[in-house]
């Protein structure tokens, strides 16, 4: 009655921001993201018949605000009448900071709740159920670049192009440890009720992902950049544009960006993505990490540099 499993984070290049239905978290639009190597969420699941309620310790400290989350996450594995579970997890970068902490948590408990009930999911079950969850979770079942598609009833997940065949980098630019004061689904919610941008974003979405998924397809650095920038500036302006509006930006993360201008303005082949916190992550070509790093790390308000490679999906630790 014991699983354990293991997923890296996404971040999104062209983003999911919004919901075509609440109740069973499907996206309002499709999004492509690529999955992370060396950042990961780690997620042991036990099924015990004697526990009286779930239990959850993240890095060995008990956390009882995720764990109703992640207890329908079981219910959806297990079913409603499952036996209480024992979940700890472990996680090697900052939690609910813009991380993308929440795939991973989801792609690895859902996969690790599996195991322990005995069930052994496809990679299409374990997305549309990590997906219920916390809708980018769906896209870390997959490595690499991945994109997911709105079908009739449902999502659809795919490789489409795998981390070997575009070594790409990531530059993690942390400026700010705490957690995030108002969560993405709240977000996306104020933003789809509230902002007069967000009717042109889904419009406009589809576009961005044709010109994404052929820069991919081409390995094209300089389209991927433009389009990654414009999807990312737009939906944070969808959430300024908002009431009440949402900035997660603070003044480092401004710098940030003006760090990646100036890098780019130099010839280096870099481009910045900020997901909902205050940190930067700058995507570049592998032979460029070292500036990379250190005008990041160099930037006033930079507290910490993470740096990574593409990774693959999750999966069950005895499989790793
Ligand atoms: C900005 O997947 O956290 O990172 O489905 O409500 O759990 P829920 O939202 P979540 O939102 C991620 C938003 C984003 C963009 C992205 O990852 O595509």
Redesign the pocket.
């Known amino acids: 009655m014991q699983g354990t499993a293991i997923a890296q984070p996404?971040?999104?290049l062209i983003?999911?921001?919004g919901?075509r239905d609440v109740e069973r978290?499907l996206?309002a639009v499709g999004?492509i993201?690529i999955t992370l190597r060396e950042l990961f969420t780690r997620m042991q699941v036990e099924f015990d018949k004697s526990l009286g309620t779930d239990t959850l310790l993240v890095n060995d400290t008990p956390d009882e605000k995720m764990l109703p989350r992640l207890a329908n996450c079981l219910d959806r594995v297990a079913g409603a009448d499952r036996p209480r579970a024992r979940i700890v997890s472990t996680c090697n970068f900052p939690i609910a900071a813009?991380l993308?902490s929440?795939?991973s948590a989801f792609a690895a408990v859902t996969l690790a709740a599996a195991e322990a009930a005995g069930q052994s999911l496809t990679v299409d079950q374990l997305a549309t159920l990590a997906?219920r969850?916390?809708?980018?979770?769906a896209?870390s079942a997959f490595g690499g670049f991945v994109e997911l598609q709105n079908v009739d009833d449902g999502i659809r997940c795919r490789t489409i192009k795998e981390a070997d065949d575009w070594p790409l980098s990531v530059v993690v630019a942390i400026t700010e440890k705490g957690p995030k004061a108002v969560?993405?689904?709240e977000a996306?919610e104020i933003c789809r009720q509230t902002s007069p941008f967000y009717s042109n974003w889904v419009e406009q979405q589809e576009l961005d992902l044709d010109v994404a998924r052929a820069a991919i397809a081409s390995r094209d650095f300089e389209k991927l950049a433009v389009i990654a920038e414009h999807n990312c500036l737009k939906?944070h302006s969808i959430m300024w544009a908002s009431r009440p509006p949402m900035v997660y930006w603070n003044a480092a993360t401004m710098r940030c960006l003006q760090t990646v201008r100036q890098l780019q303005g130099q010839g280096i082949g870099v481009f910045f993505t900020i997901?909902?916190g205050p940190q930067v992550k700058a995507v570049c070509l592998p032979e460029q990490v070292g500036d990379v790093e250190a005008a990041l790390r160099a930037t006033d308000g930079v507290t910490d540099i993470m740096t990574t490679g593409l990774g693959e999906g999750a999966r069950l630790e005895g499989d790793a």
């Open positions: 996404n971040i999104a983003k999911y921001w919901k978290n996206p999004s993201s813009g993308a929440s795939a997906g969850a916390s809708g980018s979770a896209r969560g993405s689904t996306m939906m997901d909902a």
